[in-house]
């Protein structure tokens, strides 16, 4: 058990494995802050399209600070150099967003239940996220 510890923590460490691993730890965690609060705010009332639009945003402020921090290891200092950064993340999740909101529209549209659409579309802008945050945002 000990040596299958250590085979992991070293898969764990070497920089490439450690990026991924930390995106998709902390895209679940994302995910969830993202399907919680739509959850959450559905059952409340709130209609589906600004419950969407709430929990999209909610999880985009969430993963901004994680992804700076512990998956990209941003280490951009002073305001203008972080509201820069921060200013690529958001646009490009704004962009992700659209996806995202679109595509669950569209397969409410087609007959898939809503919360199976948003299921559906997480997977999309998982990848989308990854691939723009690390080639354009935190490169």
């Known amino acids: ?13 070497k920089p490439r494995n450690k990026s991924i691993i930390n995106y998709l730890f902390f895209g679940v965690c994302t995910t969830l802050v993202n399907l919680v609060s739509y959850y959450l705010l559905s059952k409340i009332g709130v209609e589906r399209l600004p419950a969407n639009f709430i929990s999209i945003s909610v999880s985009i402020l969430f993963a901004y600070f994680v992804n700076a921090r512990y998956v990209f290891n941003s280490t951009v200092r002073g305001f203008r150099k972080v509201f ?16 995202e909101i ?8 087609i007959g898939i239940a809503d919360f199976t659409s ?9 990848v989308a996220n990854y691939l723009i945050s690390k080639f354009l945002v935190f490169k």
């Open 1 to 13: 058990m000990e040596n299958l510890m250590s085979k992991l923590l070293n898969f764990y460490n």
């Open 84 to 99: 820069k950064e921060l200013s690529k993340f958001f646009t490009s999740r704004l962009f992700t967003m659209a996806v």
């Open 102 to 109: 679109l595509g669950v529209e569209v397969l409410v549209w």
């Open 118 to 126: 948003k299921l559906i579309t997480q997977f999309i802008v998982i």
